[in-house]
């Protein structure tokens, strides 16, 4: 039997990987099961041998395989079709690839294939509100939007950092709430400030709503200060007549206390 798991998503891959060989631990007592890195000299040969070996009883095997595309793959496609339909012996693969052609075969004959893509959008927002809720973490909506954007497409590095802060605030009381400032406190980051010319030419240009939102939300996320976006602003040359006139008036508004400058950026960009 073969079961191929792949994609670039490594860190579900490997959840999965860790759980099927789980299953297979409980389901057979005495399963008898290995890992092959076949990118190591000689462990295509230890491969052979452990696939050979003979088993007491009722017994199952179980060969885990990572780097099955680094060996010769006529060879590598010759050894798995003599297993394809073994009920004693697993074979469970695990790639960043998509399968090359050589091993197209598998997609009728193999007993599973699971992709793991990377987590976009809504998908990644959501894994990590549930990783940070399973660690009993509580961020403010600028932290959790920081940390959105700082560990796209590094499933790996995001779990490392949940898990220092796990470790680093427990027992605290500023556990309920954490912001850019605790996070900062336990990680070393190089986070570059987004341009903030960037939002001012989409403003000035009267670019899309969600153009101008997305771009005055990494400002805020990199913490930039709403009065220096404001100043910088109001000092450009040759603004748009209906751009000034709004200006001038919420700056009436903001001198009366009814608005701050935040509010001012977030009316200019709806």
Known sequence: ???VLYGPNSYLRQKKLNKVVEEYKKKYSGL???YFDLNKSGEFLKLKEFS????LFDNKKMAILKNLYEIDLKEAKDFLKTYMNS?????????????PLEFAFLKKKAFSIEKFDNLKGD????????????????FTPRALNFLIEEYKNDIWGL????EKLDLFFIGKPERTSLDLKEINEVGDYHYKSPNIFIF???????????????????????????????????????????????MAHYDVLLKSGKIGYEDILLYLAL
């Open 87 to 99: 009920k004693d012996f697993t074979i469970l693969i695990s790639e960043d690839k998509a399968l």
């Open 52 to 55: 050979g070996q003979s088993l």
């Open 32 to 34: 008898s099961y290995d």
């Open 200 to 246: 001012i030419n989409a403003i000035i240009n009267n670019k899309d709503v969600s153009q101008k939102i997305i771009a005055l939300e990494k400002l805020f996320i990199s913490q930039e200060e709403p009065v220096k976006i404001f100043n910088i602003l109001a000092s450009m040359k040759r603004l748009p007549g209906k751009l000034i006139q709004k």
């Open 1 to 3: 039997m073969i079961i």
């Open 123 to 138: 998908k990644w927002n959501l894994f990590i509100q549930k990783e940070t809720r399973k660690r009993g973490l509580v």
């Open 159 to 162: 779990i490392n950092e949940l």
